[in-house]
């Protein structure tokens, strides 16, 4: 991540979205309609808000091949402690889209635990291609470029 700051320490990890959010009002007129929105929610960084993206498990992702454009759309569990709502991120038009995961110890962690861990923070920026998106978890990270993004919470039905 270019801004935000992620550090290992004993027993967790230091969150710092301080640079990023500093930075942010001066990429917001660089970045795409839907992605500026989701950025600039004043919960998106607010780390006992229910809408913080932090904490949240991604539940799936679905990539779609149409005619002309890839679309993507990642959907979020809530942390039962934390969010009341589902998060669904929408991408139009994605030219790049990667995940990787990192070190598993099925010991270290509750049985319910995903692969790729909780959602730590994410970061998003202007893009010559739309914007960028990286997602920073506690045992993997994704990132995606796209034209735009839609983000939306919900409830289940």
Same mark, same amino acid.
């Given at each position: 991540?270019?801004?935000?700051?992620?550090?290992? #320490?004993? @027993?967790?990890?230091?969150?710092?979205? !301080?640079?990023?959010? !500093?930075?942010?009002?001066?990429?917001?007129?660089?970045?795409? $309609? =839907?992605?500026?929105?989701?950025? &600039?929610?004043?919960?998106?960084?607010?780390?006992? =808000?229910?809408?913080?993206?932090?904490?949240?498990?991604?539940?799936?992702?679905?990539?779609?091949?149409?005619? @002309?454009? #890839?679309?993507? *759309? #990642?959907?979020?569990?809530?942390?039962?402690?934390?969010?009341?709502?589902?998060?669904?991120? &929408?991408?139009?038009? *994605?030219?790049?889209?990667?995940?990787? &995961?990192?070190?598993?110890?099925?010991? $270290? *962690?509750?049985?319910?635990?995903? /692969?790729? @861990?909780? *959602?730590?923070? !994410?970061?998003?920026?202007?893009?010559? /291609? =739309?914007?960028?998106?990286? #997602?920073?978890?506690? /045992? =993997? /990270? @994704?990132?995606?470029? &796209?034209? !735009?993004?839609?983000?939306?919470?919900?409830?289940?039905?």
């Amino acid at each position: 991540m270019q801004f935000i700051k992620i550090a290992n #320490i004993q @027993g967790g990890f230091s969150l710092d979205p !301080d640079k990023y959010l !500093d930075a942010l009002p001066e990429l917001l007129a660089d970045l795409p $309609e =839907g992605a500026a929105r989701f950025a &600039a929610d004043p919960d998106h960084y607010n780390f006992f =808000g229910s809408r913080c993206v932090k904490d949240l498990k991604i539940e799936q992702m679905e990539l779609r091949d149409l005619h @002309g454009r #890839i679309e993507l *759309v #990642i959907t979020f569990a809530p942390n039962q402690f934390k969010h009341e709502q589902w998060l669904r991120i &929408a991408y139009s038009d *994605v030219t790049s889209f990667e995940v990787s &995961a990192s070190g598993w110890k099925p010991a $270290e *962690v509750w049985p319910e635990t995903r /692969r790729l @861990g909780d *959602v730590q923070l !994410d970061e998003i920026l202007p893009h010559e /291609r =739309g914007c960028s998106h990286e #997602i920073q978890l506690t /045992r =993997g /990270r @994704g990132f995606i470029v &796209a034209r !735009d993004l839609s983000a939306e919470w919900y409830d289940p039905e």
